[in-house]
Nanobody, 130 residues
């Protein structure tokens, strides 16, 4: 069982920045593929970013590429999402997720709602005002 807890959400003006954190339980965090996903009111959950177990590979949705940066600290069992140049359309509940399966993972080929992830956090709300 893996428990994931997000933090760092809040209200920010357009153009501002936020840093989300995802703290994970378990002694094998360093073997998990991790990802960030978001869901805006009335919309389907969408992929935001993912990172390989080592951090050497990262993946981004086109809508956030160049503005968001995903990273992880395996020594702290924590993943991060640095969000810069925020836009009102980034407003959503952001959830982190873990894939514990050892098989290869290509997030662009994964489908909602689970996107091939095994465990999910409850999410943190990000609100961007115009």
């Amino acid at each position: 069982q893996v428990q994931l807890v997000e933090s760092g959400g809040g209200l920010v003006q357009a153009g501002g920045s936020l840093r989300l954190s995802c703290a994970a339980s378990g002694r094998t965090f360093s073997t998990y593929v991790m990802g960030w996903f978001r869901q805006a009111p009335g919309k389907e959950r969408e992929f935001v970013a993912a990172i390989s177990w080592s951090g050497s590979s990262t993946y981004y949705a086109d809508s956030v590429k160049g503005r968001f940066t995903i990273s992880r600290d395996n020594a702290k069992n924590t993943m991060y999402l640095q969000m810069n140049s925020l836009k009102p359309e980034d407003t959503a509940v952001y959830c982190c997720a873990a894939r514990v399966s050892g098989s290869s993972y290509y997030p662009y080929a994964a489908s909602p709602p689970t996107y091939g992830m095994d465990y999910w956090g409850k999410g943190t709300l990000v609100t961007v005002s115009s």
